[in-house]
């Protein structure tokens, strides 16, 4: 089992819609958690840490669910401009997910 | 400016060759990482560094070497190019671990023929 694992999707999606991404992990013991965004051919950027209590940032929220082991990205009022690809990053080596291309369509 | 920066942007190699990929960051760093990404796949890691002299394989290793003479160079090297290594290469480095934003290099984009 790979020790991170997401959908790849890809997810189409209409303007306005709601969207949500969960990413699995193996590790038990991992403490971090984040949540970065890729353009095509770009460098990934940070979008969100993932904190415990869960939290929220604009039309983002994240949230990690120890007991089942993964950590979810939920995206409000889609708009065309987040149509990326959504990696996780689990721990603290900084090793990512395959990442979830996501699509918003007007 | 201040980040990470990663040379060549472009790159094709015969197979067998050797090359160093350059990665720099400036801002006094501790980890510094390297990965390679594939066609619809995300990053996978190569090899990662914690501090100056201290260098570690990640998920795919083989084929690659790094060293980590100062904080500031984590240079990545190809000995013998293979066909399998055409990817896209990013270089990353972060203040320590568990810090959450790493900052990226623009990428390499390297074709082995």
């Known amino acids: 089992r790979k020790e991170v694992e997401q959908d790849p999707g890809p997810f189409n999606v209409p303007e306005g819609a709601t969207v949500a991404f969960n990413c699995t992990y193996s590790?038990?013991?991992?403490?971090?958690f984040f949540w970065y965004r890729q353009d095509c051919r770009k460098e990934p950027k940070l979008l969100m840490s993932?904190?415990?209590s869960g939290n929220e940032d604009g039309r983002f929220t994240a949230q990690l669910n120890r007991a089942s082991q993964y950590i979810s990205l939920l995206i409000r009022d889609s708009k065309l401009s987040d149509s990326a690809t959504y990696l996780c990053?689990?721990?603290?080596?900084?090793?990512f997910g395959a990442g979830t291309r996501l699509t918003v369509k007007p | 400016n201040a980040g990470v920066t990663q040379t060549p942007k472009f790159q094709v190699l015969k197979t067998g060759q050797s090359m160093t990929l350059q990665c720099a960051q400036d801002?006094?760093?501790?980890?510094m990482s390297w990965y390679r990404q594939d066609p619809g796949m995300g990053l996978r890691l190569i090899h990662y560094?914690?501090?100056?002299?201290?260098?570690d394989q990640g998920e795919v290793p083989n084929g690659y070497n790094v060293s980590r003479s100062t904080t500031e160079d984590f240079p990545l090297r190809l000995l013998s190019a293979a066909p399998s290594q055409t990817s896209v290469y990013f270089c990353?480095?972060?203040?320590?671990?568990?810090?959450?934003?790493?900052?990226f290099g623009q990428g390499t984009r390297l074709t082995v023929v």
């Open positions: 993932v904190y415990s």
């Open positions: 990053v689990v721990n603290n080596d900084m090793r």
């Open positions: 560094s914690v501090g100056a002299g201290i260098t």
């Open positions: 801002m006094n760093h501790e980890y």
């Open positions: 590790n038990s013991a991992s403490q971090s």
């Open positions: 990353a480095s972060i203040l320590r671990r568990g810090v959450p934003e790493a900052f």
